[in-house]
T-cell receptor, first 114, second 113 residues
Framework: DQQVKQNSPSLSVQEGRISILNCDYTNSMFDYFLWYKKYPAEGPTFLISISSIKDKNEDGRFTVFLNKSAKHLSLHIVPSQPGDSAVYFCAASTANFGNEKLTFGTGTRLTIIP | DAMVIQNPRYQVTQFGKPVTLSCSQTLNHNVMYWYQQKSSQAPKLLFHYYDKDFNNEADTPDNFQSRRPNTSFCFLDIRSPGLGDAAMYLC????????????FGPGTRLTVL
């Protein structure tokens, strides 16, 4: 049972344009969401997060939007740069202090075309 | 730099031959996690430690064991690796606070012959 879904395995975007990566979840108990970025031969690195009390969080070129009613979140990267080419994982957790387990999606491979 | 280190980066073992993967951290985090990630799949949590308190996921096979002798180190033991255990194994750490991100090591790629 895939509780966090990233339905697009890959995405190609031209340099300078906006990249939009999507994520859907099914567990209504999830209330904290994270995006991780992964380069080949490296572990995932934390990118940005959002808690369920917000609908938007911004950090430089990266913005995450959360639509709780639709159980959907998205990551916007603007402008996209060649160094953004990586696999992006969406992850979710519940407000269960002492039990902060992450449930990951399968990832979206983003390729930025120069 | 504070970090999560995994050794070895690549491990080859034979079918049924026990293997141990190691993880160390300089972040002084309370919580350590082991994930298994197969190609094109999501990282799957195997188990985690809150300090020395071990927490096994319900669907983690008995073939997988873990040890955490101190705050800095955590080991993943695969007692009798099968071909289906070939995967990337990721170690992660976090502080024991709510809404906190996990910090990942580079992973160990396990090949079973």
């Amino acid at each position: 049972d895939q509780q966090v879904k990233q339905n697009s395995p890959s995405l190609s975007v031209q340099e300078g344009r906006i990249s939009i990566l999507n994520c859907d979840y099914t567990n209504s108990m999830f209330d904290y969401f994270l995006w991780y970025k992964k380069y080949p031969a490296e572990g995932p690195t934390f990118l940005i997060s959002i808690s369920s009390i917000k609908d938007k969080n911004e950090d430089g070129r990266f913005t995450v939007f959360l639509n709780k009613s639709a159980k959907h979140l998205s990551l916007h990267i603007v402008p996209s740069q060649p160094g953004d080419s990586a696999v992006y994982f969406c992850a979710a957790s519940t407000a269960n202090f002492g039990n902060e387990k992450l449930t990951f999606g399968t990832g979206t491979r983003l390729t930025i075309i120069p | 730099d504070a970090m999560v280190i995994q050794n070895p980066r690549y491990q080859v073992t034979q079918f049924g031959k026990p293997v141990t993967l190691s993880c160390s951290q300089t972040l002084n985090h309370n919580v350590m996690y082991w994930y298994q990630q197969k190609s094109s799949q999501a990282p799957k949590l195997l188990f985690h430690y809150y300090d020395k308190d071990f927490n096994n996921e319900a669907d983690t096979p008995d073939n997988f064991q873990s040890r955490r002798p101190n705050t800095s180190f955590c080991f993943l033991d695969i007692r009798s690796p099968g071909l289906g255990d070939a995967a990337m194994y990721l170690c992660a750490t976090s502080r024991l606070v709510a809404y906190n991100e996990q910090f990942f090591g580079p992973g160990t790629r396990l090949t079973v012959l």
